[in-house]
């Protein structure tokens, strides 16, 4: 059994401990559980994300609680079928998602899972992001995945949601060490149905539209949506593509707040693009880290635009479990798998 610590890392760590642990049959015990955060050990949303992958399957779990900061999981075959998961209130269903995803190696039959929470919320990608953002750059190295979004689900309230496919996969190996030039930018703009009268839909694209035009970037789709919600809310995704054979796709993403204009929300997510493309990395940052489990099964290289310390634990998780994942600082960082 791998004894793991995980005092520097949050829930990403435990969510890829859980994925490594489940398809390489290989049990852990993990301590330490958020303890630099605030609020350490295990919350709601971590708990469905263990929950859903251990009866993907099949594990034993133990200290599974809300606040544990030490678990143990057990894991055994994982198997197809259906299941749903309440995260509770407005934890993410994004998150859980992640989790499940590389299981698609290992699985012999298709997996669907129905989460229920929230679909856009903070400190998380946003339900546009893994559907339009992660899911298309997943397809390229094989994932065999989609998502169905029936609610969508703002904080506090939550009660959004989706249904994640997943169907037995063979990864190839992940080339994403060079962008190519930038093709087009999508904007996607969302907001409950209580905002419609406000037109913040509608504003949050035209600031964004306005911004990236006069830069001179093509806007190849511009997308509103009102969906109705227990909770009032918006959320705008900007998608760039580069390459002429769609190399790579990044996102940017933001959640309207309170008080804060649906234009300023705007502004702050086309800045995040900007600044992404002036540098030269291939995959957003976020993105960087999700994509470590799969550059460990598959091997590849993935240029990435800073490295992070969630990027420093995650190698560190990889290397318990016998994955050889490097990271190449010089001339830019870069992640090469084996």
């Known amino acids: 059994m791998h004894s793991l610590d995980g005092s520097s890392g949050g829930g990403q760590l435990l969510r890829s401990a859980v994925s490594l642990s489940t398809l390489s049959g290989e ?23 263990l929950h859903a992958v251990a009866r993907a399957c099949n594990a034993e779990l133990y ?3 809300i606040g544990s900061e030490t678990l143990t999981f057990r894991p055994k075959t994982a198997d197809g079928g259906w299941f749903s998961i309440d995260v509770g209130s407005a934890g993410s269903v994004t998150l859980v998602f992640d989790a499940l995803l590389p299981l698609a190696v290992s699985l012999d039959e298709p997996l669907s899972v129905t989460v229920t929470g929230g679909t856009d919320v903070r400190w998380s990608p946003t339900i546009d992001y893994f559907r339009e953002v992660k899911l298309p750059l997943c397809r390229r190295f094989g994932l065999l995945a989609g998502v169905d979004v029936a609610r969508t689900g703002y904080y506090p309230a939550g009660g959004g949601e989706a249904t994640l496919w997943v169907a037995p996969s063979s990864l190839s190996e992940i080339d994403l060490a060079e962008r190519g030039e930038l093709t087009g930018v999508r904007i996607y703009s969302k907001a409950s149905t209580s905002l419609a009268e406000q037109n913040v839909a509608e504003r949050q694209l035209k600031t964004s539209y306005d911004r990236l035009s006069s830069a001179g970037h ?11 919600s227990h909770s009032t809310g918006s959320s ?15 996102g940017f993403d933001g959640l309207g707040e309170r008080g804060v204009p649906a234009e300023e929300i705007s502004q702050s997510v086309v800045s995040a693009f900007s600044a992404f493309h002036d540098g030269v990395g291939v995959v957003d940052e976020h993105m960087a880290d999700q994509l470590l489990v799969f550059l460990a099964l598959a091997g590849g290289r993935v240029a990435i635009p800073e490295v992070t310390a969630h990027i420093e634990t995650s190698l560190e998780l990889l290397s318990a479990f016998g994955y050889d994942v490097s990271l190449v600082r010089e001339p830019n960082p870069m992640l090469v798998g084996e």
């Open 218 to 228: 093509s806007v190849l789709e511009r997308r509103t949506t009102y969906a109705k």
């Open 236 to 250: 705008l995704l900007v998608r760039a593509e580069y390459g002429n054979s769609g190399t790579s796709v990044v």
């Open 63 to 65: 200290g599974n609680t």
């Open 27 to 49: 049990p852990f015990r993990m301590t330490g559980i958020r303890a630099a955060r605030s609020n350490p050990g295990l919350r709601p949303q971590h708990l469905a994300a």
